[in-house]
């Protein structure tokens, strides 16, 4: 009960547009600092480096999201270009997440496309791939639409998948061959569109990393569940389901010695690592995913 108000309250928070645009000026606060990899490019590729030298394998996601100006798409648009090209420059093994309401979604769809189709462009040159992470469910469609229309020109993008969307099985069904990221999924959603129970959702959640494992299709199991963890390993043995065709993934600050224990076993581990200083709403609903990270905010908020 308790538990399920303080989820209510992250996830309010993570999409207060007053609370966001304010957290931007006070810098990295309240412990935020542990799960995201600074304010700037070179101290986002600074990390990338670290962890690759310890075997792990990094996705860079330049923080922002609900943008309502074009100007602010358009700057945002440019930073992931730099950052593509600053993946390239320092030669280091990451690719790139982009969230398609920081580039301008709820402005205009057609603005939008036009600004994925730059990012796509400089991922094509620096031989890169750009995944498109998935937000709440009033935006699944559009973006599924973009990434249709991308896939006509580029095949170096995919998206990502929420178990505990109902449409979920089906769009894994129609996107078979297209690189997909898996998860649970993050947002709070009503129960016209999404299970509210976890075990329904667990239980969709395998039965859609099972379905698009069998179908061939390269797939991203971004969890740190690691009952679902087990359950893939022994699903891909079973199945004979080659290593290359999966990858485990993580977020940045957390479970990291299961993300070194899953390299060390010869497990792609790609970590998710977000920067840049528009980092209020990602780190509330990590707050809201887990209430034990909460020790860990307050010693932050305490702690500054
Ligand atoms: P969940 O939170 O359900 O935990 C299950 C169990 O695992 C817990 O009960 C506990 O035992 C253990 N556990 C979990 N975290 C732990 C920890 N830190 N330490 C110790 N034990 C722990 N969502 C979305 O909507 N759109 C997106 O694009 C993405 N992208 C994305 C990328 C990556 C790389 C990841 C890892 C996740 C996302 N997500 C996401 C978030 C995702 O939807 C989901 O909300 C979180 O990953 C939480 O669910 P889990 O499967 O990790 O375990």
């Not at 603005?111 to 730059?118: A, S």
């Not at 494992?213 to 199945?239: C, P, R």
């Amino acid at each position: 009960m308790l538990a399920q108000i303080s989820k209510n309250i992250f996830l309010y928070a993570s999409q207060s547009k007053a609370l966001n645009k304010a957290a931007k000026k006070w810098g990295l606060r309240f412990g935020a600092s542990q799960v995201v990899a600074g304010e700037t490019i070179e101290s986002a590729i600074a990390k990338v480096k670290e962890l690759n030298e310890k075997g792990l394998v990094c996705t860079l996601d330049h923080l922002g999201e609900f943008v309502a100006s074009r100007e602010e798409a358009i700057e945002a648009t440019e930073y992931n270009v730099r950052t593509l090209e600053a993946i390239h420059k320092a030669g280091v093994n990451s690719n790139l997440s982009v969230k398609l309401t920081q580039l301008g979604l709820d402005i205009d769809w057609h603005f939008c496309l036009d600004n994925m189709k730059r990012i796509m462009e400089t991922a094509k040159r620096c031989n890169n791939f750009v995944r498109i992470d998935m937000e709440d469910s009033a935006h699944c469609q559009a973006t599924l639409d973009i990434l249709h229309e991308l896939r006509k020109t580029y095949d170096n993008v995919g998206t990502v998948i929420q178990a505990y969307l109902y449409r979920a099985e089906q769009d894994v069904k129609d996107l078979k061959g297209v690189s997909l990221r898996l998860v649970k999924g993050a947002y709070k959603e009503p129960p016209e569109v999404a299970y509210q129970d976890k075990q329904e959702v667990d239980a969709n959640y395998m039965n859609i990393i099972q379905q698009h494992l069998l179908s061939g299709s390269y797939t991203a199991i971004a969890s740190h569940d690691h009952n679902i963890i087990a359950k893939v390993k022994q699903f891909a043995k079973e199945n004979n389901i080659p290593r290359d065709q999966f990858e485990f993934q993580m977020l940045y600050g957390f479970r990291t010695d299961m993300q070194q224990q899953l390299a060390a076993e010869g497990y792609k581990m790609r970590v998710y690592i977000p920067f840049g200083n528009d980092w209020f709403g990602y780190f509330m609903r990590r707050l809201a995913e887990r209430p034990q990270n909460v020790a860990f905010a307050l010693k932050g908020f305490f702690g500054k």
